[in-house]
């Protein structure tokens, strides 16, 4: 943070790095600590226990691999975005992803002065390219095997529910990627006869007046509502 002028993971994840050591050595830490060296959040484990026994499915935007790790049925998962996890190639030569946590534990073990060697600088094993983190940010993002199955299963399940009574439950979505999840779940709560839509966000809890009396918004921390619900 002192060297760079960063304040924040997200913003510093942007930063034109001047060499692949300091890149790595930075992007080894982000991934560390949001992927590997992370417990499991509350607010996800609440929530896991509000829809245990219903029949329910996430799609989430987060790459951080917590709905997992706190229980949720990985059949039951469609992460568009990737996973902090895996590595890809930079051009996408190839729609193979790699696990990351060897790598970057050892780059977390053998960074010094915000770089890692040389040596464990990632290399694609296709064309001898850059790697990067299966992240969507460009037109190279890696749609594996996993993530088309992931899809379909989410499609599936919109198709196999849309008549269904159905619950829309977008939580801290804001206006960064709203195509993704929020202005989806706006249309589908519209053309869903038995459909509702809540919204859980500090201050950007809102709907559109076509859906308002099919909707819910709830201008506070997700934590804190969760945590109340699981005492009713």
Same mark, same amino acid.
Not at 18 to 39: C, F, H, M, P
Not at 50 to 77: M, P, S, W
């Given at each position: 943070?002192?060297?760079?002028?960063? &304040?924040?993971?997200?913003?510093?994840?942007?930063?034109?790095?001047?060499?692949?050591?300091?890149?790595?050595?930075?992007?080894?830490?982000?991934?560390?600590?949001? *992927?590997?060296?992370?417990?499991?959040?509350?607010?996800?484990?609440?929530?896991?226990? $509000?829809?245990?026994?219903?029949?329910?499915?996430?799609?989430?935007?987060?790459?951080?691999?917590?709905?997992? $790790?706190?229980?949720?049925?990985?059949? *039951?998962?469609?992460?568009?975005?990737?996973?902090?996890?895996?590595?890809?190639?930079?051009?996408?030569?190839?729609?193979?992803?790699?696990?990351?946590?060897?790598?970057?534990?050892?780059?977390?073990?053998?960074?010094?002065?915000?770089?890692?060697?040389?040596?464990?600088?990632?290399?694609?094993?296709?064309?001898?390219?850059?790697?990067?983190?299966?992240?969507?940010?460009?037109?190279?993002?890696?749609?594996?095997?996993?993530?088309?199955?992931?899809?379909?299963?989410?499609?599936?399940?919109?198709?196999?529910?849309?008549?269904? &009574?159905?619950?829309? $439950?977008? $939580?801290?979505?804001?206006?960064?990627?709203?195509?993704?999840?929020?202005?989806?779940?706006?249309?589908?709560?519209?053309?869903?006869?038995?459909?509702?839509?809540?919204?859980?966000?500090?201050?950007?809890?809102?709907?559109?007046?076509?859906?308002?009396?099919?909707?819910?918004?709830?201008?506070?921390?997700?934590?804190?509502?969760?945590?109340?619900?699981?005492?009713?």
């Amino acid at each position: 943070m002192k060297r760079y002028g960063m &304040k924040d993971m997200y913003s510093a994840g942007f930063y034109p790095f001047g060499t692949e050591e300091e890149k790595w050595a930075y992007w080894s830490k982000q991934i560390y600590l949001n *992927r590997y060296d992370v417990e499991k959040g509350k607010p996800y484990l609440d929530l896991l226990d $509000l829809v245990r026994e219903k029949d329910y499915f996430v799609l989430t935007t987060n790459v951080d691999h917590q709905f997992e $790790l706190c229980g949720f049925e990985a059949e *039951r998962i469609f992460a568009t975005q990737g996973d902090y996890g895996f590595f890809q190639c930079a051009k996408a030569c190839h729609k193979k992803l790699y696990d990351n946590e060897k790598i970057v534990r050892e780059m977390v073990r053998q960074q010094t002065d915000c770089k890692i060697p040389s040596s464990l600088v990632p290399k694609c094993p296709v064309c001898g390219g850059n790697m990067e983190v299966n992240l969507r940010c460009d037109q190279y993002f890696v749609e594996d095997e996993n993530w088309e199955k992931a899809s379909q299963r989410y499609h599936d399940y919109l198709v196999k529910n849309k008549n269904e &009574k159905i619950l829309f $439950l977008e $939580l801290g979505v804001g206006a960064n990627t709203p195509s993704i999840i929020k202005y989806p779940f706006w249309k589908m709560t519209s053309q869903c006869k038995e459909a509702f839509y809540v919204c859980l966000n500090v201050n950007e809890a809102w709907a559109p007046k076509e859906i308002r009396r099919k909707s819910l918004c709830i201008n506070a921390d997700i934590k804190y509502v969760f945590a109340s619900l699981k005492g009713c």
